[in-house]
Structure formats: structure tokens, C-alpha cells
């Protein structure tokens, strides 16, 4: 045990990105890996807020538009600057809200249930908070969740299968919400493959990426608008 203390110390030492560890807060002796739900504070994070805040103090309203860094821009600067992580152009890339927002947002927007096309297709291992905002949506249109929301089953509670999500994409789907990794265990979908397959079929598909930034070059080459907090639709 002791040796492979030692090993994991001198490699440690040897890491070029060591030096980053110091700008973040945290605990002695903790090994800290939450970042994909939520990173620890950084010093540079801290200042930002307190800069933000010293605008309220000094502008009032007038933050929005003046300032070193007016409110009404943060969105798409912030988009400009993160774009690069998921592979987009900097005009295709917005940080707002969050994930549960903006899956409401997208859901209201895209979801239109006509005819024979009144229910939407998720897994059963989706986040759970996606689950409850599909839920809402489908209530908000009348439309009882138990019946109208398919989550696709998983085979092994871990993992879930590309060829049952297609063979669930029946004519009586109208949009598709899903992840493009399974946060409980790492799966990553064929996002361009399921995002083919449902529109031969007509159908609307969105994914969360909260879990994945980073992975999305290929998405973005292949037409998706991924929204930075948290959802994506193909249109």
C-alpha cells in the first residue's frame, strides 16, 4: 500500500496541470471528483461573483448594459468561451439556466402532440429530474404521464440498448428526450446513429448533455444545437 502511495505521489509530481490544484478550495487530504454535477470553487470563481456583485453595489439597473462586464452579454460570452468544449461554432453555443429550465423551455417549445404523436420517449435511467420535466410537460398538455411518457427499459440496470430505444420509436412518439451518457454508468450513446433513426421516422430527438461535455464534436458536425447547461434538440 505504502508503494503505491508513493508511485501515485511522484506522478502527481510529474503532472503538468499540478499547479491548477492551488486555485481551488478545498479540504486537506480530500480527493474531490463531483465535477461533472458540481465542481469545487475556484479563487478566480470567487472574484468573479464578487465583481459581479461590486456592479450591482455601484450601477443598479444600469449593470445590465454598463460596466466592465454588462449582465445582458454574460450568456453569449460565456457561450463563446465554452464553445470549444462541445465542438461548436461560438454563435451556436449560449450558457442559461438550468438543466431542468431549459429542458422545460425545449420540451414546451418542440414538444406538439398531433394525431396519432402524443408521447414521448425516454429511458428508464435518465436523470431524474428529466423524468419529472417530461412529466410536467405532458400533464400541461393534458396528457397522462403513465401513458404517454415510454421510458425504454434497461436489460441490465446499468446500460441501456440503442436497438431497443429504435425499436420504440413507433409511429405514436413525437419528440425523444435522452442522455448522451448515462450518469450512472458512463454509457455513451451513438447520439448521430438514434439521431438518424428518429427522423426517418419523422420524430424530434433531444439530448442531455450535462454528463458529457466535452464529447460533442461529432454532434455538432452532424447538425444537433446543444444548449451549454443541459439540453439538445435535432432539429
Known sequence: MEQLRERADYLDSQDPLRKFAEEFYIKENMIYLDGNSLGLLSARAEQTLFDMLDSWKNL????????????????????HRSAALVGGEPEEVIATASTTTNLHQLAATFFKPEGKRTKILADELNFPSDIYALQSQLQLKGLPPEEHLVQVKSRDGRTITEEDIIEAMTDEICLIILPTVLYRSGQ????????????????????????????????????????????????
Request: hydrophobic letters at 45%; glycine letters at 14%.
Open 188 to 235: 455513451l450513446l451513438d447520439i448521430e446513429r438514434l439521431t438518424k433513426e428518429a427522423h426517418k421516422r419523422g420524430i424530434l430527438i433531444g439530448f442531455d448533455a450535462c454528463h458529457s461535455a466535452g464529447r460533442f464534436r461529432t454532434i455538432f458536425q452532424n447538425g444537433a444545437l446543444i444548449l451549454l447547461i443541459g439540453a439538445a434538440i435535432n432539429i
Open 60 to 79: 443598479g439597473i444600469d449593470g445590465w448594459m454598463s460596466g466592465e462586464n454588462p449582465w445582458y452579454y454574460v450568456s453569449e460570452r460565456l457561450g
